[in-house]
């Protein structure tokens, strides 16, 4: 489907739980540049039930992945079937969505995006393209990050684009390859255990501001095995469970406390992985509105130029990159990169659903 013009639609559920984002995208090419305009844009939080059938997910049986995969495909389709209908959108070349992570076990050769099945072209009532990971892991890839493609195309003036969701991940250039991996968990973390204190999430870093770093605790989190392993690497939500909680729970510091040291292992982190620590670095994600963990991020990278977009871009950005691999999938062309996620090959990833 090559053209010069694509309107289509971009959706995200990300690992942080905070809801589905739905962007409506318009992306004109002209001479192999790549250009786009947000329009409607937004977050549908996710009803109470499914909020906790995901963050138990990971512990499903195959029985029980299955009619969650089927049902969610459901209710995602409906979702946004809905965003369409408000919105009066009608001239689509695609809906190109993520679905949500539960299990990402690349190297076992395996990783499910619920809601990537066929019906949910049924349920929303036009082309869907989906399931961009399947394919490079069985290529041998880490199936992510996926993102840095779209940071090549349309974020070209950044030396650096990180994302702070769920999960941290960056992107850059380097010798003519684009190299992307993540780096650390974030808000899985810090929103488990500002959930325990009764909060969605840390407003703004203020309860990790008001703890006391825990100098044991934070050299046994720098010292994991992860942070040690050369790109590319992934991570999914199994590391969080099986690694950083149990160790974070034998810590009889307050959660307070453990939410200022996790904050300062993130930006440490962070600040190790970008090789050259100069120029400027594109923010966006959740984590982005956290403006203690952005102060200790500038702390660890002082050369470093912080940029972070308007709110609209923040929060949509993963919506919008997806939405312009779906739009690369119709081309045919490559939307997903040897050099970041490790496959044997560049190649077009996704699958289409009429």
């Known amino acids: 489907m090559f053209k010069n013009s694509y309107n289509v639609v971009g959706v995200m559920s990300g690992t942080s739980l905070d809801g589905i984002d739905l962007a409506y995208i318009h992306f004109t090419i002209d001479n192999g540049k790549w250009s786009f305009k947000i329009d409607q844009c937004e977050t549908i939080p996710y009803p109470i039930e499914w909020l906790n059938k995901l963050k138990i997910a990971v512990g499903f049986s ?21 965003f369409l209908d408000k919105n009066w959108i009608t001239d689509l070349d695609a809906v190109c969505s993520h679905g949500h992570t539960i299990l990402h076990q690349p190297q076992n050769g395996f990783t499910l995006q619920i809601g990537n099945l066929p019906e949910i072209a049924q349920f929303v009532g036009t082309t869907v393209v989906c399931d961009f990971r ?4 069985q290529l041998g890839g880490q199936g992510a990050p996926l993102v840095p493609i779209g940071d ?13 969701g769920g999960f941290s991940n960056v992107s ?3 010798d003519g390859k684009r190299i992307a991996f993540d780096i650390s968990p974030v808000n899985t973390v810090l929103n488990f255990y500002a959930n325990q204190l ?27 095995d992860f942070y040690q392993k050369p790109f590319p690497k992934s991570l ?3 590391f969080v469970k099986e690694i950083i909680l149990p160790l974070l729970h034998q810590s009889s510091i307050s959660i307070e406390d453990k939410m200022r040291t996790f904050t300062e292992h993130i930006a440490q982190q962070i600040g190790l992985a970008l090789p050259t620590q100069e120029g400027q670095l594109l923010v966006t994600g959740g984590g982005a509105y956290n403006d203690f963990l952005i102060e200790r991020i500038q702390h660890f990278l002082p050369k470093i130029k912080i940029i972070i977009p308007n709110s609209t871009l923040l929060e949509y950005k993963e919506a919008l990159i997806f939405a312009l691999l779906g739009v690369l999938k119709l081309r045919n062309e490559v939307n997903a990169l040897t050099s970041v996620t490790g496959a044997k090959h560049d190649h077009s990833s996704g699958v289409i659903y009429n």
């Open 62 to 82: 195959k029985e029980e992945l299955i009619e969650l995969n089927q049902n969610y495909t459901a209710f995602l389709g409906e979702t946004i079937r809905s």
């Open 134 to 137: 399947v394919q490079d892991v």
């Open 152 to 164: 090549r195309i349309l974020f070209p003036d950044f030396d650096y684009c990180l994302n702070l």
């Open 172 to 174: 850059f250039e380097n």
């Open 198 to 224: 009764g909060f969605e999430y840390d407003d703004q870093g203020a309860i990790a501001r008001s703890g006391k770093i825990d100098k044991e605790l934070l050299s046994v989190l720098n010292a994991l």
């Open 236 to 238: 999914g939500f199994e």
